[in-house]
């Protein structure tokens, strides 16, 4: 059974700081893209960010570029996701994501809430 488990958001002031952590398990996980996609109330879902299996490719929003940071730790089964100066519009529930095609799509975690608000 897959499992994407997200963890850290909460509730932060603008130009403030997140962590979120998706931990994965009944899958391979170093053979799967990992992402993170996000999505705002009366909007669509989109990709903020993703990276390659081998971790040597990665994508982002162009308005999460110089801001948000991916990473993965295959020990640990798990991917990353830095938000730095964050504004109010990243106001959104954040799923993880894997799968092998670009940017992953077949696997989805249940989302964790992200609230920027002074």
């Known amino acids: 059974q897959v499992q994407l488990v997200e963890s850290g958001g909460g509730l932060v002031q603008p130009g403030g700081s997140l962590r979120l952590s998706c931990a994965a398990s009944?899958?391979?996980?170093?053979?799967?893209?990992m992402g993170w996609f996000r999505q705002a109330p009366g909007k669509e879902r989109e990709s903020v960010a993703a990276?390659?299996?081998?971790?040597?490719?990665?994508y982002f929003l162009d308005s999460a570029k110089y801001r948000f940071t991916i990473s993965r730790d295959s020990a640990k089964n798990t991917v990353y996701l830095q938000l730095n100066s964050l504004r109010f519009e990243d106001t959104a529930v954040y799923y993880c994501?894997?799968?092998?095609?670009?940017?992953?799509?077949?696997?989805w975690g249940q989302g964790t809430q992200v609230t920027v608000s002074s």
């Open positions: 994501a894997g799968g092998s095609n670009w940017p992953p799509t077949r696997h």
């Open positions: 990276i390659s299996w081998s971790g040597r490719i990665t």
């Open positions: 009944g899958i391979v996980f170093s053979t799967n893209n």
